[in-house]
């Protein structure tokens, strides 16, 4: 599966546990927004990260980094 931005689930214990799973995967930002809320929804208290190919874009520990449209 290809994609410009990849949404990463972390294990419990955060960034130091390391990725349990890479949940989805899109070549466009908007597309790859939403699933990233989606998981950070289905999955509350984890560790989720929107990636673009190896920098972060969001992280669900910090609400700030979220992109501007």
Do not use: W
């Amino acid at each position: 599966m290809a994609g410009r931005y990849t949404i990463e689930l972390f294990k419990p214990g955060g960034q130091g546990a390391g990725i349990e799973a890479v949940i989805d995967r899109d070549d466009l930002l908007n597309f790859a927004r939403a699933l990233y809320e989606r998981a950070v929804m289905k999955h509350p208290g984890r560790l989720v990260m929107l990636c673009e190919r190896a920098r972060v874009i969001a992280r669900s520990d910090r609400p700030d980094m979220m992109p501007r449209l």
